[in-house]
T-cell receptor, first 115, second 115 residues
């Protein structure tokens, strides 16, 4: 079974500061990993995903994440926060074996960007 | 950009009533999903649907729930007799093929309130 841990529920950064949103996963099989973002009153939008290959993955809006198997982590970063990054961010995992299609989500992290 | 659309955006219903949530997946997609998020909790997988049948369902998806693709474009979730604990945001999603790393596209959600 897979699970995702996003510690805490809220992160606040200043505009221009580094954004770091942590995600740790548990999976008995090699995982596929995803970050989704939900802007206010909108649906879940894919930011980036790791499937195979390069462990540093670049996504939209300047975000990137690095898959670290040894640490079972897939932390999301952005060098410089923008006001428009204020949203809720969800890490998710999907197994690569067994045919399951379901995404297992973390609880989400609400990002506030202060001027 | 193609998107998954959901109706209604918000529905209030009395306990015991039947509810149908509607979704129009992205037009060339073949795999369809429902997820839900109870306020303050994780986004949870409910069911996946392919080739006019359920391919996977969670333990949440009991006999109270059903899904249907009544025509070539719509995908519906029916809750037969709603309970207070069914109050949640329900997300419809779709993807174009069954590879584990494939992106799942989500709609904006239907917020269901059971009173």
């Amino acid at each position: 079974a897979q699970s995702v841990t996003q510690l805490g529920s809220h992160v606040s950064v200043s505009e221009g500061a580094l954004v770091l949103l942590r995600c740790n996963y548990s999976s008995s099989v090699p995982p596929y990993l995803f970050w989704y973002v939900q802007y206010p009153n909108q649906g879940l939008q894919l930011l980036l995903k790791y499937t195979t290959g390069a462990t540093l993955v670049k996504g939209i809006n300047g975000f990137e994440a690095e898959f670290k198997k040894s640490e079972t982590s897939f932390h999301l970063t952005k060098p410089s926060a923008h006001m428009s990054d204020a949203a809720e961010y969800f890490c998710a995992v999907k197994g690569t074996q067994g045919g399951s299609e379901k995404l297992v989500f973390g609880k989400g992290m609400k990002l506030t960007v202060n001027p | 950009e193609p998107e998954v659309t959901q109706t209604p955006s918000h529905q209030v219903t009395q306990m015991g009533q039947e509810v149908i949530l509607r979704c129009v997946p992205i037009s060339n997609h073949l795999y369809f999903y429902w997820y839900r998020q109870i306020l303050g909790q994780k986004v949870e997988f409910l069911v996946s649907f392919y080739n006019n049948e359920i391919s996977e369902k969670s333990e949440i998806f009991d006999d109270q729930f059903s899904v249907e693709r009544p025509d070539g474009s719509n995908f519906t979730l029916k809750i037969r007799s709603t309970k207070l604990e069914d109050s949640a945001m329900y997300f419809c999603a779709s993807s174009d093929r069954r590879t584990s790393g494939n992106t799942i596209y989500f709609g904006e959600g239907s917020w269901l309130t059971v009173v």
